[in-house]
T-cell receptor, first 116, second 112 residues
């Protein structure tokens, strides 16, 4: 059973370009979460999605950031017009539909975005 | 407000020595508590978690943690550190079924 798969693992973008980060949850998992880790900091919650629904986006920056989890395919975190401050590691996590306690949240290996 | 504090940014121990990493949390209800380890350029690996019951929790790789409600602490311990334990360690509190609040991490260095 493959774990949470994220790609690309490393992404370099110039200021003003778009970054798209993909996350395939573990098999059988229908809940996806995105967290961001800025340099020298812990992870911070960004958004929680279920299939075709955004459940909680309270941690998402108000502009330029969006997330989706379509019926088919991976979850996508999209950052438009990237700036240097977006340079960070972006972690995806997933959990199964019956988990209401956070007991079985699994993290992917992260996508490292560098904005030059 | 909910928060997690890891007061030690760096800790250096000799291989074979014991280890304790501190974690204090601020949360009004009964917390779900986690310790994760992150090697450089890698993702997070769950070491252990506390949900309820026995306050001494055993995890992988020989780690354990003790939940002390009176001190709002969840310190991570290992009796004998190996060089491969060098990594960054994050404490987290679950404030809902899906939202974790992470501390800023403690970087462990191991002297040969």
């Amino acid at each position: 059973n493959a774990g949470v798969m994220q790609n690309p693992r490393h992404l370099v973008r110039r200021r003003g370009q778009e970054a798209r980060l993909r996350c395939s949850p573990m098999k059988g998992h229908s809940h996806v979460y995105w967290y961001r880790q800025l340099p020298e900091e812990g992870l911070k919650f960004m958004v929680y999605l279920q299939k075709e629904n955004i459940i909680d986006e309270s941690g998402m920056p108000k502009e330029r950031f969006s997330a989706e989890f379509p019926k088919e395919g991976p979850s996508i975190l999209r950052i438009q017009q990237v700036v240097r401050g977006d340079s960070a590691a972006y972690f995806c996590a997933s959990s199964p539909p019956w988990d209401f306690s956070g007991n079985t949240i699994y993290f992917g290996e992260g996508s490292w975005l560098t904005v030059v | 407000a909910q928060s997690v504090t890891q007061p030690d940014i760096h800790i250096t121990v000799s291989e074979g020595a014991s280890l304790e990493l501190r974690c204090n949390y601020s949360y009004g209800a009964t917390p779900y508590l986690f310790w994760y380890v992150q090697s450089p350029g890698q993702g997070l690996q769950l070491l252990l978690k506390y949900f309820s019951g026995d306050t001494l929790v055993q995890g992988i790789k020989g780690f354990e943690a003790e939940f002390k409600r009176s001190q709002s602490s969840f310190n991570l311990r290992k009796p004998s550190v190996h060089w491969s334990d060098a990594a960054e360690y994050f404490c987290a509190v679950g404030i809902s079924s899906y939202k974790l609040i992470f501390g800023s991490g403690t970087r462990l260095l191991v002297r040969p």
